[in-house]
């Protein structure tokens, strides 16, 4: 029988407004995340998920969070962390987002002038909180596109992870994918093909180790 640990899990996008209507976000549906909180609860843990915006129906059991921006994300973190045993921060968190958030609607120059926007970084929510994580075990995602475990491995270091789970491009919107889970001393293990509830069910194994 494993204890009840309570365990965040953040998924999906971010979104970073441009103005009232308009958004920077990228393709995330936050579907790991959320058969990871899904089989956290089949496991008998506590789950709070903190949700960027998608379309997924809220695992029963799970206390749930909806959040916008990075900046929200991050003041969700900041509030739960604290009192949580782990997390897996699948979230698809936008880098970037505008350096201003324009009241009204942008409006084009007349003439059809070229239009620029102005970017600034977002934190990094994970780094942000695992600094001082203390004994909470932290799980990192990674989609990569070329060197994987290397740059995953590095993205471990750089974010106080104690693992890092790896997709390649392949996996983003994808029914299966494989996925490597690596920790500071390398693969901790590799499955092939396999759809985003197994992997699930695999995940939850790390919280307990
Ligand atoms: N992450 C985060 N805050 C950010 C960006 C990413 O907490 N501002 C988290 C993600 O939720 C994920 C991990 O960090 O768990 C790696 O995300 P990724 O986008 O691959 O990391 P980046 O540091 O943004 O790396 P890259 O320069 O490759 O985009």
Redesign the pocket.
């Given at each position: 029988m494993t204890d009840c640990l309570h365990v965040i899990v953040?998924a999906g996008p971010t979104r970073e407004h441009i103005d009232p209507v308009r958004y920077l976000s990228n393709e995330s549906s936050g579907a790991m995340g959320f058969a990871i909180a899904r089989a956290l609860l089949a496991a008998g843990h506590r789950v709070t998920l903190i949700a960027g915006p998608v379309s997924q129906e809220t695992p029963e059991g799970a206390a749930r969070i909806d959040v916008i921006s990075?900046l929200d994300m991050l003041a969700a973190l900041e509030d739960h962390f604290s009192e949580a045993d782990a997390i897996f921060?699948?979230?698809?968190?936008g880098?970037f987002r505008p350096a201003t958030r324009l009241e009204g609607k942008w409006k084009k120059e007349e003439g059809g002038a070229a239009a620029v926007l102005e970017l600034v970084e977002?934190?990094?929510?994970?780094?942000t909180i695992a600094r001082d994580k203390g004994p909470r075990k932290v799980i990192?995602?990674?989609?990569?596109t070329s060197d994987g475990e290397a740059?995953a491995g590095a993205?471990l270091v750089r974010?106080n992870a104690d693992y890092i789970v790896l997709n390649d491009a392949s996996a983003l919107n994808a029914a299966r994918s494989s996925v490597t889970v690596l920790n500071a001393d390398g693969v901790v293990w590799r499955l092939e093909d396999v759809s985003k509830d197994e992997t699930a069910a695999r995940l939850v194994e790390l919280v307990g180790r």
């Open positions: 953040t990075a921060m699948a979230a698809a968190v880098d977002n934190p990094d929510l994970l780094a990192a995602f990674a989609l990569e740059r993205k974010k």
